[in-house]
C-alpha cells in the first residue's frame, strides 16, 4: 500500500514537473524578437515529388475558441492535396489567462499547430501585420505561399491548390476582391476572408517601412494599401465565383453553393456548416 502510494506520488510529481517545465520552455519562454512557440514550428521534409509547391495557411483565431479549433482540425485534417504540400496553424496573439497557459500547452503538445504572436488580442490593430512579419524569424524554411484565413471559412484544399497551381510564385497577390462586384483583382483589396502572398510579399512586409507605419485599421484593406503604395503585387487573382459568402450573409458578396468552389466564407452557424459539408459530399461515403 505504501509503496503504491509513494509510486503514485512520485508518478504524479514528476508528471506535474514534466508539465511545468514544458511551460516553462514554451510558453514563458519570450522575447519581443522570439514569439513564444518559435522552438515548435520545426516542419517536417515529407514533401513527395508531386508536390510542386508549399503553402502555410494560417488561421486567425482567439485563443478561448477552443471548440472551433477542435472543429477546424477534423475539417482540415481530412483533407490534403495531392500537388501542394499544406500545412494548416492557428494563430493567436499573447496569452492572458492562466488555464490558456494549460489548455494551449496540451494543444501545441499534441498537434503542434499553433502559432503564439507577440501581441494583444484585436481584429484590426496589427495582427494581420505581426502575423506575416513574423514568419520569416520563426520559421525553419520558407513556403512559397502563405494564406491568412478567417475561422469562418470553409476552405477546400485541392481546389485551392489547383487554382494556385497554375499561378506565379512570386510577388502574388490572390483572394477574393473587395467591393463585391469588382472583377478587377486591382480594385482594391482581396477579402480578409482567405487571401493568399507569395513568400517574397510575405518577406517584404517583415521588412518595409510601409506596412510598418500602417498597422491600425481594417487588416484586408490595409495589406492591399500597403501592396499599393509599395509598388508590389504585379500579379494579382481573384478567385471569384469560386470563393464567397455563404447565401444570404452579405449581400453582392454572397451567392449559391456551386461545385467548383474553392472557399465559403461566414460560417457562423451549425446549419451553415451541416448544409455545406452536406453539399460538397464531405462524409457522404462514410
Ligand atoms: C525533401 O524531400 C525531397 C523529396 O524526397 C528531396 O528532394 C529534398 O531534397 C528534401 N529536402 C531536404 C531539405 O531534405
Ligand atoms: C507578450 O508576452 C511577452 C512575455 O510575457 C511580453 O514580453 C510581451 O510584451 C507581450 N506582448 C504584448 C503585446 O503584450
Ligand atoms: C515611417 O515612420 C518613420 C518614423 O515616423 C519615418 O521616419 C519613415 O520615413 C516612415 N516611412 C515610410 C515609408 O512612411
Ligand atoms: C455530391 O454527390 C452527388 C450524388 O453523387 C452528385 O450528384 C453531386 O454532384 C456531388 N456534389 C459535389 C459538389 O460534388
Redesign the pocket.
Known sequence: MLRLRIIQTTLSAFAILLILFFILFSIHFKSPLLPPTYTTITLQ?T???QQQFSLLIGILTRPDNYDRRHFLRLIYGIQSSSIAKIDVKFVFCNLTKPEQRVFIALEIMRFNDIIILNCLENMNSGKTYTYFSTLPLILSRQYDYVMKADDDVFIRLEPLALSLQPLPRFDLYYGFVIPCPSMNPFVHYMSGMGFVLSWDLVEWIGSSEIPMNHTFGPEDKLVGQWLNAGNKAKNRFSNKPAMYDYPGTNGRCSHQLIPDTVAVHRLKRWEQWIHVLNFFNVTKYI
Open positions: 521534409n514533401s513527395s515529388p
